[in-house]
């Protein structure tokens, strides 16, 4: 059985998104990553969940296996797309049945290929994603997540009723939020600054997509709707063309912006790792946000 997860641990922390495999080779490499990274100590690991629940039995079998197998603490996400509350509830029940104690609980993207098409709830499902949070708080004793917006969510009229459906997600019951990726540091402080004015202070981690390749850099925040800084095309504008180098100055622009973050006093950083660890633990080790090792025994 994995262990609710902590955030206080009196340190900044890291931690993991990591995705199902589809096949036998993602699997594998899954694995691998998985194992690089626990000696580091992330805060806790979560699994994704597929728009419409495309991947609910794999995140189910993998986030059971990362409780079973491994010392990480596992966190599955959850969606409400394309479910009944009684699926819903079966899910939820699968992933106690499975020792898992933390859900992210999202709305979720609707099914198909564009996430900002009309979102329709099941006739027999939840609306709003604090509806979920409810849900999973009234099914256990489980550590409940959701996602925050820097920029606001696509469908949201404005920052202001963005936030109040964040803060409505932790009237619900929600322990702490994760953000969608982000480029540059303002949006998410002043989304920080607006929770915090309506009294709320649940940690807000930020969401970080090490930026290892042009298309990350470009694919990201146009899944996400947070902008792409000009200054930052121009900055990484010489190296078009170049993996390598393009790799070296953007995985700068990464540690920069965790440095800036870690500054402003965010608890810890959640890393997006597109399921491989070379560039997470090269950022965990810049930031110095490894565990302390145990004091030596005499």
Not at 125 to 153: I, N, T
Not at 162 to 180: I, N, W
């Amino acid at each position: 059985m994995t262990d609710r997860i902590s955030l206080d641990r009196g340190r900044p922390f890291f931690a993991v998104e990591f995705f199902p495999p589809k096949d036998d080779q993602g699997e594998a490499d899954l694995w691998r990553a998985i194992r690089r990274l626990e000696p580091l100590d992330p805060a806790y690991v979560s699994v994704t969940y597929g728009a419409g629940g495309s991947s609910r039995d794999r995140t189910v079998r993998t986030v059971g296996r990362i409780a079973t197998d491994t010392t990480l603490v596992s966190m599955a996400h959850l969606t409400a797309v394309s479910h009944s509350v009684t699926e819903l509830r079966h899910v939820i029940g699968s992933l106690a049945a499975n020792g898992i104690r933390n859900i992210m609980a999202l709305r979720g993207d609707p099914p198909g290929k564009d996430p900002l098409d009309e979102w329709e709830p099941h006739p027999e499902g939840l609306m709003y994603a604090d509806e979920l949070v409810e849900l999973c708080k009234q099914s256990g004793p489980f550590c409940v997540g959701v996602a925050a917006f820097p920029y606001g969510h696509p469908r949201s009229a404005d920052l202001e009723s963005d936030t109040e459906k964040l803060v409505g997600k932790f009237r619900a019951g929600a322990e702490f939020a994760v953000t969608q990726l982000f480029l540059e540091p303002d949006g998410f402080l002043r989304l920080r600054d607006r929770v915090a004015a309506l009294g709320f202070d649940q940690p807000i981690i930020p969401g970080i997509m090490p930026l290892t390749s042009e298309k990350t850099f470009h694919k990201g925040p146009e899944l996400s709707g947070s902008p792409l800084p000009e200054a930052l095309v121009k900055r990484l504008e010489p190296y078009t063309g170049d993996q390598k180098t393009f790799r070296a100055a953007g995985m700068e622009v990464t540690g920069e912006l965790c440095e800036r973050l870690l500054a402003e006093g965010v608890p810890g950083i959640h890393f997006y790792s597109l399921n491989r660890s070379t560039a997470t633990t090269e950022l965990v080790d810049r930031l110095g946000l490894l565990a302390p090792s145990p004091a030596p025994t005499a």
